[in-house]
């Protein structure tokens, strides 16, 4: 006796909601996501197992590298443009259009105020040019130092909703630290997060 054959029918899926999907949450992921910008110096944080989260929005981020070498960053290119733009003017040192274009783009500035405009012709060697440099936090004929500086002009621009951050790598030396947090509480800057990389309780 023959076999009998079962007619095969076509299978069809309609994905028009499928891709309907798919452009949302790609719309949305777009509209939310922070995209990270490359810093300065690279900074390996220690670890911790605190999990008390840095505040987004509104925080200047102090940096300091292995070698003690301190840069500062705003979070938003507007801030970080008027930050930049306040110390300019603070110091006497004038910033082309571009210049400034190139202040607001930045994750975070490293240098003597005397060498601000160079640092920020370099465009998009910025970071490799200041990467050796960093801010001096040596005070000069008694005044505030240019860390403080740029600290006080973040508050000026941003108000006491303003948080500070430190970010230190696991490696800088324990002086630098602490002359770092010696200026800050000489400008009653007592509060700060520091930020850390997350460990688990179990590690050693």
Same mark, same amino acid.
């Given at each position: 006796?023959? !076999?009998?054959?079962?007619? !095969?029918?076509?299978?069809?899926?309609?994905? #028009?909601?499928?891709?309907? @999907?798919? @452009?949302?949450?790609? =719309?949305?992921?777009?509209?939310?996501? =922070?995209?990270?910008?490359?810093?300065?110096?690279?900074?390996? #944080?220690?670890?911790?197992?605190?999990?008390?989260?840095?505040?987004? =929005?509104?925080?200047?981020?102090?940096?300091?590298? !292995?070698?003690?070498?301190?840069?500062?960053?705003?979070? *938003?290119?507007?801030?970080?443009?008027?930050?930049?733009?306040?110390?300019?003017?603070?110091?006497?040192?004038?910033?082309?259009?571009?210049?400034?274009?190139?202040?607001?783009?930045?994750?975070?500035?490293? @240098?003597?105020?005397?060498?601000?405009?160079?640092?920020?012709?370099?465009?998009?060697?910025?970071?490799?040019?200041?990467?050796?440099?960093?801010?001096? =936090?040596?005070?000069?004929?008694?005044?505030?130092?240019?860390?403080?500086?740029?600290? !006080?002009?973040?508050?000026?621009? *941003?108000?006491?909703?303003?948080?500070?951050?430190?970010?230190?790598?696991?490696? #800088?030396?324990?002086?630098?630290?602490?002359?770092?947090?010696?200026?800050?509480?000489?400008?009653?800057? *007592?509060?700060?997060?520091?930020? #850390?990389?997350?460990?688990?309780?179990?590690?050693?």
């Amino acid at each position: 006796m023959g !076999k009998v054959k079962v007619k !095969k029918a076509d299978v069809w899926i309609d994905m #028009t909601p499928m891709s309907d @999907v798919m @452009v949302l949450l790609l =719309t949305f992921f777009m509209l939310t996501s =922070t995209f990270v910008k490359n810093e300065a110096v690279k900074v390996v #944080t220690p670890g911790s197992v605190s999990e008390i989260k840095v505040p987004e =929005t509104n925080v200047l981020t102090v940096l300091c590298d !292995k070698n003690g070498r301190i840069f500062v960053g705003m979070d *938003n290119p507007r801030r970080m443009g008027e930050l930049v733009q306040g110390m300019a003017d603070q110091y006497g040192v004038q910033l082309t259009k571009k210049q400034f274009e190139t202040a607001q783009g930045a994750a975070t500035i490293g @240098v003597n105020m005397q060498d601000l405009a160079t640092a920020l012709s370099q465009e998009d060697r910025l970071n490799e040019y200041q990467a050796s440099k960093g801010i001096p =936090t040596d005070s000069v004929d008694g005044k505030m130092s240019q860390f403080q500086d740029w600290v !006080k002009m973040a508050r000026d621009n *941003n108000g006491s909703e303003m948080k500070l951050a430190i970010k230190a790598d696991a490696g #800088t030396p324990y002086k630098t630290i602490k002359k770092m947090m010696s200026e800050l509480q000489d400008m009653s800057e *007592n509060r700060y997060y520091l930020i #850390t990389a997350l460990k688990s309780n179990s590690e050693d």
